[in-house]
T-cell receptor, first 115, second 111 residues
Framework: DTEVTQTPKHLVMGMTNKKSLKCEQH?????MYWYKQKAKKPPELMFV???????INESVPSRFSPECPNSSLLNLHLHALQPEDSALYLC??????????????FGEGSRLTVL | LAKTTQPISMDSYEGQEVNITCSHN???????ITWYQQFPSQGPRFIIQ???TKVTNEVASLFIPADRKSSTLSLPRVSLSDTAVYYC????????????FGAGTRLFVKA
């Protein structure tokens, strides 16, 4: 199984809502990532978890709250978002060290629209 | 993190070889060079990764000169389905692969 599964595929939320994006992988990867991608722009790194601990936070606003409950799951909790946060949110996973190829496996993304 | 520079777009015809060059003048000793392909509304897909010299797999080759300040992705005999955005990434493993995506190159393959 070389898949990264993201749910939901589409999400529409108001600025006062609280919602979560979920990501799951069963490749035994111990590094998991959240990226944000706006239309016709490259993905922007948000967070990296390594062995279930947050190792990289690219100065993301606190209205985005990541969580890694176990080695297979990664969540992104959303609260009080702004319309400019509307984007495709991509989850990825990889091995956490150089024993493998360093390949990031990406999910299909969750398209978020904030009204 | 090393910044990467790629051509914004390229056109090619089916059956041709396509070479996309990426500049990364500030690459660090521990950085690896990775290329990804992305189709619209899909996540990026890994193509190839290298550290130095030449790497080849079933879909592409990656050429890295000795100074590592640039790299060239070579796609042999492209087809229409290779129309996509190609990203060059440079980064190191620090408890996960910290990488920054460059602006990407939009490749358009024509019949």
């Amino acid at each position: 199984d070389t898949e990264v599964t993201q749910t939901p595929k589409h999400l529409v939320m108001g600025m006062t809502n609280k919602k979560s994006l979920k990501c799951e992988q069963h490749m035994g990867h111990r590094a998991m990532y959240w990226y944000k991608q706006k239309a016709k722009k490259p993905p922007e790194l948000m967070f990296v978890y390594s062995y279930e601990k947050l190792s990289i936070n690219e100065s993301v606003p606190s209205r985005f709250s990541p969580e890694c409950p176990n080695s297979s799951l990664l969540n992104l909790h959303l609260h009080a978002l702004q319309p400019e946060d509307s984007a495709l949110y991509l989850c990825a996973s990889s091995q956490a060290d150089l024993s493998g190829t360093g390949e990031l496996f990406f999910g299909e993304g969750s398209r978020l629209t904030v009204l | 993190l090393a910044k990467t520079t790629q051509p914004i777009s390229m056109d090619s015809y089916e059956g041709q070889e396509v070479n996309i060059t990426c500049s990364h003048n500030n690459i660090a000793t521990n950085d690896y060079i990775t290329w990804y392909q992305q189709f619209p509304s899909q996540g990026p897909r890994f193509i190839i990764q290298g550290y130095k010299t030449k790497v080849t797999n079933e879909v592409a080759s990656l050429f890295i000169p000795a100074d590592r300040k640039s790299s060239t992705l070579s796609l042999p005999r492209v087809s229409l389905s290779d129309t996509a955005v190609y990203y060059c990434l440079v980064g190191e493993f620090t408890g996960g692969f910290k990488t920054i995506f460059g602006a990407g190159t939009r490749l358009f393959v024509k019949a």
